[in-house]
């Protein structure tokens, strides 16, 4: 039997860039030997205290509900729960374009067959000591303070990559083999451009 090769993807729930490469490493997961597994970080971890522009603070203050759902799950079923439950969430935050966290967090968690009172975690910082430690793993792997997605393939990390749209088929495969190849030389360190309007179909 072939080895998986082991990817980790550092997801926000909130953020619409984790979720587009998130969903592209599940379309490469289909179609290649990889062992997938999705772990949390934060945005409103990272942003926290920094002088941001009002609808980006307003975005990054909201986003500490959704993580700390998560991260409430993680700590009582473990890291096995987070897939499910991050899909359940982005399905309705992204391409639903569903804003309204405690309803999404609700009708996610039924969803997933999860107890209903871990919405309680969006609003309490019981679980913030869990989710810090979860986004500083991420900023550790990347080796300095980086954004979503984090991306990290048979242990080498990096910030991205950061897509628009979700590549599918030969495409996904092709991005994959790319950010593969680029992940393995050491030297490597930074490839950008501008970006396009979003496109979660």
């Not at 009002?54 to 473990?78: K, L, S």
């Not at 405690?102 to 009708?107: C, L």
Request: proline share 6%; with cysteine.
């Amino acid at each position: 039997m072939e080895d998986k090769l082991p990817v980790d993807c550092y997801v926000d729930p909130a953020c619409p860039f984790a979720w587009i490469s998130s969903r592209w490493l599940i379309e490469v997961e289909r179609q290649t030997p990889i062992d997938l597994r999705f772990k949390l970080m934060s945005l409103a971890v990272l942003n926290e205290g920094r002088d941001l522009e009002p609808w980006y603070r307003e975005f990054n203050d909201r986003a500490w509900g959704p993580a700390r759902v998560c991260a409430a799950a993680v700590r009582r079923f473990g890291p096995e729960v987070l897939r499910g439950l991050y899909t359940a969430l982005g399905t309705r935050i992204h391409p639903g374009r569903d804003k309204d966290y405690p309803a999404v967090i609700a009708a996610a968690l039924a969803e997933t067959g999860l107890p209903a009172d871990l919405a309680d975690a969006a609003a309490t910082d019981a679980h913030d000591a869990f989710l810090r430690a979860a986004h500083a793993e991420s900023q550790a792997a990347v080796g300095e303070a980086a954004g979503t997605p984090v991306v990290a393939i048979d242990g080498t990390a990096f910030f991205g990559p950061v897509l628009s749209a979700i590549p599918a088929g030969d495409d996904a495969v092709r991005l994959f083999e790319a950010v593969r190849t680029l992940a393995g030389q050491r030297a490597f360190a930074e490839l950008k451009r501008g970006r396009d309007a979003l496109d979660f179909s």
